[in-house]
T-cell receptor
Framework: TQLLEQSPQFLSIQEGENLTVYCNSS?????LQWYRQEPGEGPVLLVT?????EVKKLKRLTFQFGDARKDSSLHITAAQPGDTGLYLC??????????????FGKGTKLSVKP | DAGVIQSPRHEVTEMGQEVTLRCKPI?????LFWYRQTMMRGLELLIY????????DSGMPEDRFSAKMPNASFSTLKIQPSEPRDSAVYFC??????????????FGSGTRLTVV
């Protein structure tokens, strides 16, 4: 059973389109991170969100942490071919005041065609 | 900074052989993590170290896997004997803390292991 479910698994869009990918769980996370991974490379951290309801923007990328800290979304505006990659969410489970290790979802594979 | 350095980048070996993967973390990072990535299971934490001491190895699949960190600048993951189901990309990552709220993890480029 995957603690963090990411959807969709695959997404292929044209340059200029907007998109949203999701990261969902039935568990509460003390914090959640988004990474982007390109072929043949390791994941690279994009953002960390720690407060329920928090919204962070990174140029054309908008990240949101759900109010209940069980889910998150990543929205990309006007996607570009350079956005192509595997987007991974990773969460630290909340254990009544303490934090567990980082757990990764399987990712959304995004392809942006010119 | 050169980042997290892993070697080799690719390894092809025969079933039953010993495989050793190597990692040099970023200087000053007290935490080192070993992950395995497959299409089926995604990224799985195998083991992590804090100040060279193994803290949690509950993700190590079985006794064929072992990891060491003899000093702050070097870690190894060994598989002996290797099996075809061990084929995956193995990542090493480091962080100045547990990476949960502040710095995140810095990953190496990975070692793609193929066991035939």
């Amino acid at each position: 059973t995957q603690l963090l479910e990411q959807s969709p698994q695959f997404l292929s869009i044209q340059e200029g389109e907007n998109l949203t990918v999701y990261c969902n769980s039935s568990s509460v996370f003390s914090s959640l991170q988004w990474y982007r991974q390109e072929p043949g490379e390791g994941p690279v951290l994009l953002v960390t969100v720690v407060t329920g309801g928090e919204v962070k923007k990174l140029k054309r990328l908008t990240f949101q942490f759900g109010d209940a800290r069980k889910d998150s979304s990543l929205h990309i505006t006007a996607a570009q071919p350079g956005d192509t990659g595997l987007y991974l969410c990773a969460g630290a489970l909340y254990y009544g005041g303490s934090q567990g290790n980082l757990i990764f979802g399987k990712g959304t594979k995004l392809s942006v065609k010119p | 900074d050169a980042g997290v350095i892993q070697s080799p980048r690719h390894e092809v070996t025969e079933m039953g052989q010993e495989v050793t993967l190597r990692c040099k973390p970023i200087s000053g990072h007290d935490y080192l993590f070993w992950y395995r990535q497959t299409m089926m299971r995604g990224l799985e934490l195998l083991i992590y170290f804090n100040n060279n001491v193994p803290i949690d190895d509950s993700g190590m699949p079985e006794d064929r896997f072992s990891a060491k960190m003899p000093n702050a600048s070097f870690s190894t993951l060994k598989i002996q004997p290797s099996e075809p189901r061990d084929s995956a990309v193995y990542f090493c990552a480091s962080s100045p803390d547990r990476g949960i709220q502040n710095y995140g993890y810095t990953f190496g480029s990975g070692t793609r292991l193929t066991v035939v």
